[in-house]
């Protein structure tokens, strides 16, 4: 079961979401928030597996709520719901640390689809997307090179894999991807696996820190 939080601050965008998603099968909405302020606390009662935020709300923003949210819980995944699909709130949510982004005006079936690829850990965006917010996106840089295994998981979270079909095409665990996507985050200076994969688009292979040994 997918656990999803809906941060809006418009009542009946939240009922909206709630009703929707409440009808398919795999996903359960368990709570809700109207802010930023409050998305904090309900995440961290409930540490949901996906938290779908809105980027503009009173109090505390769907940006900053983000970032804390990666920051304090790097386990929770966020999609920004934005009212456009290009501009500086999506450049700002990816940066934030946000899974993806799903414009609100979304169909249906896209709303779904998105909630289900972050929970599966699937970086989800067009060429034409990656390539716009690889060029705006800037993270820390590399702290220290990635092993070959590294390389090899990025190169796959950069395909847009879950851990799951990771697992399977390198022989290894579900567990032991997690862990070395946790490490590709960590040295890359990234928040996220959209980050993580944005790097790889604007570096290519030859450009991504070399091999330090397993």
């Avoid at 809006?8 to 802010?35: K, N, S």
């Avoid at 719901?81 to 946000?98: C, K, P, R, W």
């Avoid at 928040?191 to 790097?199: D, E, F, I, K, M």
Wanted: aromatic share 2%; proline share 4%.
């Amino acid at each position: 079961m997918i656990r999803v939080v809906v941060v809006d601050d418009h009542w009946v965008v939240r009922q909206g979401l709630r009703l929707f998603l409440g009808q398919e099968e795999g996903i359960e909405v368990v709570g809700e928030a109207a802010d930023g302020e409050e998305a904090l606390g309900v995440v961290e009662a409930l540490r949901p597996d996906v938290v779908l935020m809105d980027v503009l709300m009173p109090r505390l923003d769907g940006i900053a709520a983000t970032r804390r949210i990666r920051e304090r819980w790097p386990d929770v995944e966020v999609v920004a719901l934005t009212t456009v699909a290009d501009g500086e709130a999506v450049v700002a949510a990816i940066g934030a640390g946000a899974t993806g982004y799903l414009v609100k005006e979304a169909h249906g079936d896209a709303l779904v689809a998105a909630v289900r690829a972050a929970a599966e850990g699937r970086v989800e965006l067009s060429p034409e997307a990656a390539r716009r917010l690889a060029s705006a996106i800037r993270p820390r840089g590399a702290t220290e090179p990635l092993t070959p295994r590294e390389r090899e998981v990025l190169a796959e979270v950069a395909e847009g894999r879950a851990n799951k079909e990771i697992a399977v095409r390198l022989g290894i665990s579900e567990k032991t991807v997690k862990a070395h996507v946790t490490r590709v985050l960590e040295k890359l200076g990234v928040q996220s696996r959209t980050q993580a994969a944005l790097v790889a688009v604007r570096s290519g292979a030859a450009g991504l820190p070399g091999p330090g040994g397993r």
